[in-house]
């Protein structure tokens, strides 16, 4: 069984070390809460925290060290005391885009999956009227992924792999990333107003 090497408050504190961006907390926090979610919905309910820490600290080098993705975290993360599986379970989601980790376990796969796609949920929330994903469906989300213009920094084929390394469907994947981020929405927003003010 994983469990995290840091406690929540200092993953936190170093997510925020490197990371002064609101939006690039806000990924964080929503990728936490999406892997929590998945931790519950697959039956990884005692490595809930294991599985959040990953996706709170899964971009902890992008906003500074972009060209070094994946690489520069692992140093990063070995400073700050963190476990060497744990560094793995964090860095491969850069996995055939900058660096040759492959996910193994469940949750890397759901990591390397959702990761893209919560992005590409956040930024089609922003476009309706609610800015919320609470009202949004499973077909205005699809469109939204077939329009290649839309979100373009969102890779589909990443998306596409990823639901293929997991054993789902496309639209399986895009209907339970959907639904955890409509129920942590509340959640995630909360705790961005703390964590950012």
Not at 89 to 112: A, Q, R, T
Request: glycine share 6%; with cysteine; proline share 3%.
């Amino acid at each position: 069984m994983h469990t995290p090497t840091l406690s929540r408050e200092a993953a936190l504190d170093l997510l925020k070390t490197y990371n002064k961006e609101p939006f690039h907390i806000q990924h964080a926090l929503t990728v936490e809460a999406v892997m929590r979610w998945y931790a519950e919905q697959l039956g990884a309910n005692d490595e809930i925290d294991y599985w959040g820490q990953v996706g709170l600290l899964h971009d902890l080098d992008f906003e500074m060290y972009p060209e070094e993705h994946c690489i520069k975290a692992q140093e990063l993360l070995q400073a700050a005391g963190v476990s060497e599986d744990m560094i793995y379970s964090i860095c491969c989601h850069g996995y055939g885009i900058c660096i040759d980790w492959e996910p193994k376990e469940l949750m890397e796969n759901v990591l390397f999956a959702a990761d893209e796609l919560t992005g590409l949920i956040g930024a089609a929330a922003l476009m309706r009227p609610s800015k919320s994903t609470k009202d949004m469906e499973l077909k205005s989300l699809k469109k939204k992924f077939k329009d290649k213009k839309f979100a373009a920094g969102c890779s589909r084929d990443v998306i596409k792999a990823g639901a293929e390394r997991l054993g789902w469907e496309l639209d399986e994947l895009l209907s339970k990333t959907l639904a955890a981020m409509q129920a942590m929405e509340d959640q995630i927003v909360a705790e961005y107003e703390k964590q950012v003010g």
